[in-house]
């Protein structure tokens, strides 16, 4: 069928393919990482996001102002920051945002560009999150399970090298007070003392993954037995930061990794607010993933880690 213009539909599919490839591979000779121009045609939207390392968030723009609301993630957009801060002061300090004045320079900081990682690391290493260390009391041994369980798969993925060094100064609460930055971004920080760079000691050989896995999560359970939650948390939130870090380069390991790693976490019957990161489907997660920008999919891992440990604590 032709149109008026002169050219069928295959016709202008070939031309959009002709002029948007050299544009595409350019993109890519140049090591750009960069939403996806709406202009591409679909034949080549799914394979510039997951060889180019495109984001495609055009299929992402639905606004979600609620967990009830269709159950599903928010979208990656500048519109759901304000969502996504009440979930983190909620599964960090485990209260509401004390108030307007705190939530909006909050607010502020991640509208005007700061990351989800910066903000996070903000939160815990506060004034405040340093009380809540100081205060709470040890966690039951499900708790310290739950953790060890979940400390040790992460562990496995670094080299030896880069593991944290387990001993007793890791499971106390910080050496080091760091205020918040102010709400307009600037490096405020007040250094009490600080602690040293923590490194893995050679580890013994193992037969098999399984049986190093088991004797890293045994000396994870030893080292934490008298820790705190909110200790567990900021721990395992820093692990999770490297391991995310070494894998960040090949986006298709990183988004199978992810995958697998969410389908895990959900059969463990955790409420993690939205309906869809319950979901065992590997497929959904992978996709999610290719479309998601690492600093996003970071934060879906540590708001389920954080609402893990919450969880098992709260049921003593």
């Known amino acids: 069928m032709r149109h008026a213009n002169g050219q069928g539909p295959e016709r202008r599919l070939r031309s959009?393919?002709?002029?948007?490839?050299?544009i595409l591979i350019g993109c890519l000779a140049a090591g750009c990482n960069m939403?996806?121009?709406?202009?591409?045609?679909?034949?080549?939207?799914?394979?510039?996001?997951?060889?180019?390392?495109f984001v495609d968030s055009g299929a992402r723009t639905k606004s979600v102002s609620s967990d009830e609301v269709d159950?599903?993630?928010?979208?990656?957009?500048?519109?759901?920051?304000?969502?996504?801060?009440?979930?983190?002061v909620r599964a960090v300090f485990l209260r509401e945002p004390?108030?307007?004045?705190?939530?909006?320079?909050?607010?502020?900081?991640?509208?005007?560009g700061a990351s989800f990682e910066g903000v996070y690391n903000g939160l815990v290493h506060s004034t405040e999150y340093r009380r809540l260390e100081d205060n709470a009391k040890p966690v039951l041994p499900a708790t310290i399970q739950r953790f060890a369980e979940e400390m040790a798969i992460l562990e496995m993925e670094l080299p030896v090298a880069d593991r944290a060094l387990l001993n007793d100064?890791?499971?106390?609460?910080?050496?080091?007070?760091?205020?918040?930055a102010e709400a307009d971004g600037s490096d405020a920080a007040q250094e009490v003392?600080?602690?040293?760079?923590?490194?893995?000691?050679?580890?013994?050989?193992?037969?098999?993954?399984?049986?190093?896995?088991?004797?890293?999560?045994?000396?994870?359970?030893?080292?934490?037995?008298h820790a705190n939650v909110f200790t567990m948390k900021r721990v395992i939130g820093s692990e999770l930061f490297k391991v995310v870090a070494q894998k960040r380069a090949d986006r298709n390991r990183l988004a199978d990794w992810y995958a697998q790693?969410?389908?895990?976490?959900?059969?463990?019957?955790?409420?993690?607010?939205?309906?869809?990161?319950?979901?065992?489907?590997?497929?959904?997660?992978?996709?999610w993933a290719w479309g998601a920008s690492t600093d996003r999919l970071q934060w879906e891992m540590l708001l389920r880690i954080h609402r893990l440990l919450n969880e098992a604590d709260v049921r003593r």
């Open 16 to 22: 959009s393919l002709f002029l948007s490839l050299p």
């Open 35 to 53: 939403p996806l121009p709406a202009w591409v045609p679909a034949p080549l939207r799914e394979p510039a996001v997951r060889f180019l390392g």
């Open 71 to 88: 159950g599903k993630l928010p979208p990656n957009s500048v519109s759901v920051n304000q969502e996504i801060l009440k979930e983190m």
């Open 98 to 112: 004390a108030s307007e004045q705190e939530f909006s320079g909050l607010l502020d900081v991640l509208n005007q």
């Open 169 to 180: 100064a890791l499971s106390k609460p910080l050496p080091k007070i760091v205020e918040l």
């Open 193 to 225: 003392t600080a602690a040293p760079v923590a490194m893995a000691s050679p580890t013994p050989s193992y037969t098999s993954v399984d049986q190093e896995r088991a004797a890293v999560q045994k000396s994870i359970e030893e080292t934490f037995l």
């Open 261 to 287: 790693w969410c389908v895990r976490v959900a059969k463990l019957g955790v409420d993690f607010g939205y309906a869809q990161r319950s979901s065992e489907d590997l497929a959904f997660h992978t996709e």
